[in-house]
């Protein structure tokens, strides 16, 4: 399983970015797609999550209301729009996918399998 993120980048607080996460390498019908981030000296936060089958989602205290993530059917990638950015958003962002959560939405990164190589997300105030 691999999966390829796109998207990232610096922008001023208010703003928004779109991250993008291509999963590819098997079947995915049980699996959910989720994203984690990490502030320098932190550690790893759970986002948000989304099943692959049934599009439901999960997301994090600190995000709920200010970013989505969604499942994009034509480019078969799940997508995390970050809008009302503020500076505390700043981290490393990763893609992880957990074989089993189809089943159980977990917050819990070590529960995820398999993981992207992380795109930065740099706010200014």
């Known amino acids: 399983v691999q999966l390829l993120e796109s998207g990232g980048g610096t922008v001023q607080a208010g703003g928004s970015l779109t991250l993008s996460c291509t999963p590819s390498?098997?079947?995915?019908?049980?699996?959910?797609l989720g994203w984690f981030r990490q502030a320098r000296g932190k550690d790893r936060e759970f986002v948000a999550c989304?099943?692959?089958?049934?599009?439901?989602?999960l997301y994090g205290d600190s995000v709920k209301g200010r970013f989505a993530i969604s499942k994009d059917n034509a480019e078969n990638s799940v997508t995390l729009l970050l809008d009302d950015l503020k500076p505390e958003d700043t981290a490393v962002y990763y893609c992880?996918?957990?074989?089993?959560?189809?089943?159980?939405?977990?917050?819990?990164?070590?529960?995820?399998?398999?993981w992207g190589q992380g795109t930065q997300v740099t706010v200014s105030s």
């Open positions: 390498g098997r079947s995915f019908s049980t699996y959910a």
């Open positions: 992880a996918a957990d074989r089993l959560g189809y089943y159980v939405h977990s917050v819990r990164a070590g529960d995820y399998d398999y």
């Open positions: 989304i099943s692959w089958d049934d599009g439901s989602t």
